[in-house]
């Protein structure tokens, strides 16, 4: 099998152990393909993470890839059928850590960019390459810091392509054009404790909390919208009583969470959660966290741009979707009005024996240089 440059990059970059937070040399990898076609590369650095900011040029429309080098562990070697750390071909799959999540994307929008300069020197605008070994982790020194360099100076995004792995069944069939929500809390009922056989002289937490309990899961909290579906509370964790089976507990501890979508906000998600359980009268303190806000890019210029490369790369029509988890766009969409995800099969990301289908690389390559001539060229 003739190896094609896309396909030799990404090997390159998986053969780097860069499990997060490390990156390993895969930005400095990055900036020998990216610098020698005019591209100023900063690094900026905070909490042992490392993130690449590269561009081409001053002017608007800006267009920024972002991504991340940086990759879960690998779960026990021994059940990997090869060293996650060595790129190894079988059947025309390419297996390592980081093949689909998302080494790939990262390698063929390098490429895509250098073939778009080479044939396009004068092109209109600006392209850019943002990428964090902070990721996978907390993501609190990823790319959430490099959004507010670039918000200090003014420098913000107009379209900015996240290549997470989107695809479900085949490459393309799914862009990622927004996420939602997600707030956790942590919810202490106080009651009192005393011995299991004399009720009247304690409060049991657990019965005075399970009301309202169900009451927050039977809750309505929105019906979503065409883009996102309904936001969803999950409880998660119940912790009570002293491992004794004749004492009443003194505390109950819920943690619950949160997919919410841009129906709602953190302000009434939270006002709502404290007028059910004060309607039940309970003694309690609530403890929130944010690990984003919801995003959202309706239908325009970028998802257009996406769509007709991928049609006319694969000749399948795609699908704009906001399922999954959380990703950086949510940092980015703070800064750039149009943030999209789109990268190859997600179906073997975080697994053992993580893998991509070599056939995909180079169209995926070319998807990505063909957007940035629909954005770029006029």
Request: net charge negative.
């Amino acid at each position: 099998m003739t190896e094609t440059i896309v396909l030799n990059r990404v090997k390159t970059l998986i053969e780097r152990a860069s499990v997060t937070p490390e990156d390993a040399g895969c930005q400095e990898l990055l900036m020998e393909i990216l610098e020698p076609m005019g591209f100023v590369a900063e690094i900026f650095e905070q909490g042992g993470v490392k993130n690449l900011w590269a561009r081409r040029g001053t002017q608007s429309p800006l267009v920024v890839f972002a991504g991340h080098t940086d990759v879960v562990p690998t779960g026990p070697l021994e059940r990997w059928n090869s060293n996650p750390f060595v790129p190894t071909i079988v059947d025309g799959k390419l297996y390592g850590r980081g093949a689909a999540d998302m080494k790939s994307s990262i390698a063929a929008f390098a490429t895509a960019a250098e073939e778009f300069v080479l044939a396009h020197a004068d092109h209109q605008g600006s392209i850019a390459m943002l990428i964090t070994s902070d990721e996978e982790g907390p993501a609190t020194d990823g790319t959430v810091i490099v959004c507010d360099a670039l918000k200090a100076r003014g420098q913000t995004p107009d379209f900015c392509i996240v290549g997470e792995p989107t695809s479900v069944d085949r490459l393309g069939d799914t862009i990622k054009n927004g996420r939602r929500g997600s707030m956790s809390g942590k919810l202490k009922v106080q009651g009192k404790q005393g011995h299991i056989a004399y009720p009247h002289l304690a409060r049991n937490p657990i019965h005075e909390a399970n009301l309202a309990l169900n009451r927050l899961i039977a809750e309505v909290w929105d019906n979503g919208n065409e883009y996102f579906p309904a936001t969803s509370f999950q409880i998660s964790n119940i912790h009570g009583g002293t491992g004794a089976s004749n004492i009443i507990p003194g505390e109950v501890v819920i943690d619950f969470n949160f997919r919410f979508s841009t129906e709602n906000t953190v302000q009434t998600l939270q006002t709502r959660v404290r007028d059910i359980l004060d309607a039940h009268q309970l003694t309690y303190t609530l403890e929130w966290s944010v690990s984003g806000l919801p995003f959202l890019t309706p239908k325009g210029t970028l998802s257009d741009a996406l769509s007709h490369a991928i049609k006319a790369e694969t000749g399948h029509e795609t699908t704009l979707s906001t399922t999954g988890g959380t990703s950086d766009g949510r940092f980015i969409a703070q800064i750039c009005p149009q943030v999209v995800e789109f990268g190859p099969l997600n179906a073997s990301i975080h697994q053992i024996n993580e893998h991509i289908d070599i056939a995909e690389l180079e169209p995926l390559k070319n998807i990505y240089r063909r957007t940035l001539e629909q954005l770029l060229l006029k």
